[in-house]
């Protein structure tokens, strides 16, 4: 039962343009969210996380909305740059909980 | 700057081998995490531990073992290795408590079951 789902295996964007990247989510228990940035032969990084009490949170280029009811959230980035290449995880948690749940990741290519 | 070590980059065993991953970190962390990486499969946990000799089965333990026989390290056994354990391996921590950041990983381990 994959309770977080990254639909998209990839995506591919021009540099410049917007980069957004989606999650879904099945378990209306969790109340955080998190995306992670993961490079080729490195763990993952954590990029921006977001709480249930807020929609949308934002860090320089990286901005997550979420959206309780449907039970999605996604990842803008704007605008993309070839740094930004990259495989992107999506992960979910409960507060007072110690493990976070992962989607499959999407692998984004910024093209020049 | 804190860290998660995992003790190898790649590694290569030969089937029925005995394998260990090694993962130390020096945040002074609780809890310590390992997960494996397949395309199309994302992060799927292993093994977690809360404390010193303290584990939990995650999803996937079946063919594996753990040992935290010390706070700041958490070892991956494999029993008796398999190719369907090829796969990236990634050992992860994090502080007792909720929210934030959640985990700081390793740089993982590829290992090659031949």
């Known amino acids: 039962d994959q309770q977080v789902k990254q639909n998209s295996p990839s995506l591919s964007v021009q540099e410049g343009r917007i980069s957004i990247l989606n999650c879904d989510y099945t378990n209306s228990m969790f109340d955080y969210f998190l995306w992670y940035k993961k490079y080729p032969a490195e763990g993952p990084t954590f990029l921006i996380s977001?709480?249930?009490?807020?929609d949308k949170n934002e860090d320089g280029r990286f901005t997550v909305f979420l959206n309780k009811s449907a039970k999605h959230l996604s990842l803008h980035i704007v605008p993309s740059q070839p740094g930004d290449s990259a495989v992107y995880f999506c992960a979910a948690g409960v507060q007072g909980a110690q493990k976070l749940v992962f989607g499959q990741g999407t692998r984004l290519t910024i093209n020049p | 700057d804190v860290k998660v070590t995992q003790s190898s980059r790649y590694l290569v065993k030969r089937t029925g081998e005995k394998v260990f991953l090694e993962c130390v970190q020096d945040?002074?962390?609780?809890?310590m995490f390992w997960y494996r990486q397949d395309p199309g499969l994302g992060l799927r946990l292993i093994y977690f531990s809360y404390d010193v000799k303290m584990k939990e089965k995650g999803d996937i333990p079946e063919g594996y073992s753990v040992s935290r026989e010390k706070k700041e390290r958490f070892s991956l056994i494999l029993e008796s290795a398999s190719t369907n354990q090829t796969s990236m391996y990634l050992c992860a921590s994090r502080i007792f408590g909720t929210g934030g950041r959640g985990y700081t990983f390793g740089s993982g381990t590829r290992l090659t079951v031949v």
């Open positions: 945040m002074d962390h609780e809890n």
């Open positions: 977001i709480s249930s009490i807020k």
